[in-house]
């Protein structure tokens, strides 16, 4: 069965600060990989996704994320973070999109504050 | 864009008591949804994916008597929690799968609070 790992539970950085936050997945082929954020009491919000091609994926808000399969890692990057990222960060994975392969499995989340 | 639309925002019931929620495709068709339950400032635990004319698939450890889910339409799946108690105090979340973008559109989540 795949998993997902983020290490970090917390991550604190200064506003204007660059973020990396860490995503690796457990599974034998290229799953579909996310990353979604979430604000307190509120749902999920898709910042990007991955499925193939570019390993480089671009998203919102200024987003980027690097698949890199060598590693079985889904990196989150924000060159220059602002207060408004803090949140919740959650990378999850698929098998895919259709029978038994379509469950979304998220990681355990990585809470992220930004200092003035 | 896809949009789900989850409803209630919030509930309180009585211990004993049921409460439903609903998930609503707005703008395309899901022949599949997803529930999951989220306990405070923890992950999303995946409870069991709903097929739009068939049973629902629960995971391991999730009582299918007690989190009843009917998804009777492409557009519609409802959670009900029969004879809640506290400790199914929780924040409920769908999702759903758009064909249109690939993507899994999530709604806005259901705090239950049983007291």
């Known amino acids: 069965a795949q998993s997902v790992t983020q290490p970090d539970i917390h991550i604190t950085v200064s506003e204007g600060a660059s973020l990396e936050l860490r995503c690796n997945y457990s599974?034998?082929?290229?799953?579909?990989l996310f990353w979604y954020v979430q604000s307190p009491g509120q749902g999920l919000q898709l910042l990007l996704k991955?499925?193939?091609?570019?390993?480089l994926v671009q998203g919102i808000k200024g987003f980027e994320a690097e698949f890199k399969r060598s590693q079985s890692s889904f990196n989150l990057r924000k060159p220059s973070v602002h207060w408004s990222d803090a949140a919740e960060y959650f990378c999850?994975?698929?098998?895919?999109?259709?029978?038994?392969?379509?469950?979304?499995?998220f990681g355990a989340g990585t809470r992220l504050a930004v200092h003035p | 864009g896809a949009v789900v639309s989850q409803h209630p925002s919030r509930v309180i019931c009585k211990s004993g008591t049921s409460v439903k929620i609903e998930c609503r495709s707005l703008d395309f068709q899901a022949t599949t949804m997803f529930w999951y339950r989220q306990f405070p400032k923890k992950s999303l635990m995946l409870m069991a994916t709903?097929?739009?004319?068939?049973?629902?698939?629960?995971e391991q450890g999730v009582e299918k008597d007690k989190f009843l889910i009917n998804h009777a339409s492409l557009t519609l799946s409802t959670l009900t929690v029969t004879s809640a108690h506290p400790e199914d105090s929780s924040f409920y979340i769908c999702?759903?799968?758009?064909?249109?973008?690939?993507?899994?559109?999530f709604g806005s989540g259901t705090r239950l609070t049983v007291v």
């Open positions: 709903s097929n739009e004319g068939s049973k629902a698939t629960y």
């Open positions: 999850a994975v698929a098998r895919g999109f259709s029978g038994g392969y379509n469950k979304l499995i």
């Open positions: 999702s759903a799968i758009s064909s249109t973008n690939y993507g899994y559109t």
């Open positions: 991955y499925f193939s091609g570019d390993t």
């Open positions: 599974y034998g082929a290229t799953p579909y």
